[in-house]
């Protein structure tokens, strides 16, 4: 397994093709962010961990008061940033920050989005307890997660994206990622399974008070 050391030099050598790799979920990416966007309300503070290239947070603007996206990679920030301007955005922010050590006061956000990210982390427990922290009472975690573990064929699947060095560090089902979330203080509230290859389960959950 990688270190946490190690995940910011996979991150910062793959900002200049992470878009035109996620074109090929285009379609179940436009899906989350219409999902998503029916979840906010024009008055949240909102919050992307694990931003990227600011593909959500960028998405999801006009329908909010506020997002700020970060992410532990420098030159993910730089395209978002660049995107951002490009699209003249005025209520988003983009900032350089460790998901597992988040630097925002306690109960900053009404909502926290991880889109496509948990499975890819070494330590995803950490930045559940981080995005925990920094939302507030009631607050909603929105975590559409791809689940490597679902079957032998999205195992075998995700084995051979790892000989390009796009790694599952974890590798859920289902039933497993649920429990996952579950344990570490969030309450389910919606829940939908998006077959494919390696199915996505977009997953909605409250902040449990611990």
């Given at each position: 397994m990688e270190s946490e050391s190690q995940e910011n030099k996979f991150w910062d050598s793959f900002a200049g093709r992470y878009d035109s790799f996620m074109?090929?979920?285009q379609r179940t990416y436009d899906r989350i962010i219409q999902k998503i966007i029916t979840r906010v309300n024009t008055s949240d503070q909102v919050f992307e961990v694990a931003a990227g290239t600011g593909i959500i947070s960028l998405a999801v603007a006009p329908h909010v008061k506020?997002?700020?996206?970060?992410?532990?990679?420098?030159e993910m920030i730089k395209v978002a940033e660049s995107k951002r301007a490009a699209m003249n955005i005025g209520n988003v922010e983009f900032s350089l920050s460790n998901a597992y050590d988040l630097p925002?006061?306690?109960e900053s956000?009404?909502?926290?989005i991880a889109s496509n990210v948990l499975h890819v982390m070494v330590s995803p427990e950490k930045?559940?307890?981080?995005?925990h922290?920094?939302?507030?009472p009631e607050g909603l975690l929105i975590a559409p997660t791809y689940c490597h573990g679902s079957s032998v064929v999205s195992r075998a699947v995700s084995l051979l994206?790892?000989?390009?060095?796009?790694?599952?560090?974890?590798?859920?089902?289902?039933?497993?990622?649920?429990?996952?979330?579950?344990?570490?203080?969030?309450?389910?509230?919606?829940?939908?399974?998006?077959?494919d290859?390696?199915?996505l389960v977009y997953v909605v959950a409250r902040k449990r008070v611990r």
């Open positions: 074109k090929r979920t506020s997002v700020c996206g970060s992410d532990i990679s420098p925002y006061e306690d956000f009404d909502v926290a930045a559940l307890a981080s995005v922290r920094v939302l507030k994206m790892s000989l390009s060095g796009f790694r599952a560090c974890h590798r859920w089902s289902e039933h497993s990622l649920r429990d996952f979330l579950e344990s570490e203080n969030y309450e389910i509230v919606e829940y939908e399974v998006i077959p290859v390696i199915p």
